[in-house]
């Protein structure tokens, strides 16, 4: 188990107009051990991550929670309306309660 | 190599088939939804037929949603048939989402069906499921 979380990957504009919508693509490599895997007839420990919350300027906008089922390095897309020059704040939290976070800032076009 | 001899060293490289009960699937769902019953259909559900690595399944799940004050989905979940454990993902989705659309990457061990269930703002649900073929399985190998 590492003890740090790596650096989350974010891929968002920099900038829209009022009103559009636009795609967000976050990125985080994690290995997402079940602790149902074996190797060479050892189990590899459990080494998950719990959750992603998304916020926009400070308000919930998405909110993942993570089960045996995700995959590796978990990747998620989803599209956000931008009224406003925004602020999104990503954070992703393991089982041990370690967190990494990004942000990213959208200014009008 | 051909897809049967592919499968077919998969299996063999699994350790023993493990897939997760009836029960324990249908106790994740209630978990998630209570006693709410499902209503088929206002999900599309992208998925490839085949998986070649069943450890990264692309999915995309697109609920037909206005996202309106009125209407909108306020959370989708995602459940495995035949994984050791039913539970994929939750998602909660805030209203600023454009759409109710999330796409991620999920783990089929084996040849199944992927459930997912919407929830909508007046607490019905909604139900959709895919049938996805795994050539090399993504839980256990």
Redesign the interface.
């Known amino acids: 188990m590492s003890t740090n979380l790596a650096t989350p990957r974010i891929r968002a504009p920099r900038s829209a107009r009022a009103g559009e919508?636009v795609e967000i693509r976050t990125l985080m490599e994690h290995p997402m051990e079940?602790g149902?895997?074996?190797e060479g007839g050892r189990t590899i420990p459990r080494d998950m991550l719990t959750r992603m919350r998304v916020r926009?300027n400070g308000?919930?906008?998405?909110?993942?929670?993570?089960?045996?089922?995700?995959?590796?390095?978990?990747?998620?897309?989803?599209?956000?309306?931008i009224e406003r020059a925004s602020e999104l704040e990503f954070t992703w939290t393991d089982e041990a309660g370690r967190t990494a976070r990004a942000t990213h800032r959208i200014a009008l076009a | 190599m051909n897809l049967t001899r592919r499968a077919t060293l998969a299996l063999t490289l699994l350790p023993f088939a493990a897939a997760a009960s009836d029960d324990a699937l249908n106790a994740a769902i209630r978990a998630e939804i209570g006693e709410a019953t499902p209503t088929e259909g206002g999900i599309t559900l992208r998925v490839p037929p085949v998986a070649e690595n069943g450890g990264q399944v692309p999915v995309t799940v697109l609920v037909d949603s206005p996202q309106s004050a009125e209407r909108h989905v306020t959370a989708i979940h995602l459940f495995a048939t035949r994984n050791p454990t039913p539970g994929i993902a939750s998602f909660k989705l805030g209203p600023a989402l454009a759409r109710a659309e999330i796409q991620t990457r999920i783990r089929m061990a084996e040849n199944q069906t992927l459930v997912v269930l919407a929830r909508m703002n007046d607490g019905s649900v909604q139900r959709a499921t895919a049938e996805i073929r795994v050539a090399t399985g993504g839980c256990l190998t």
């Open positions: 919508v079940t149902l895997r074996q926009l308000e919930a906008l998405l909110e993942a929670e993570f089960r045996n089922g995700t995959a590796a390095n978990p990747f998620h897309v989803f599209f956000v309306r």
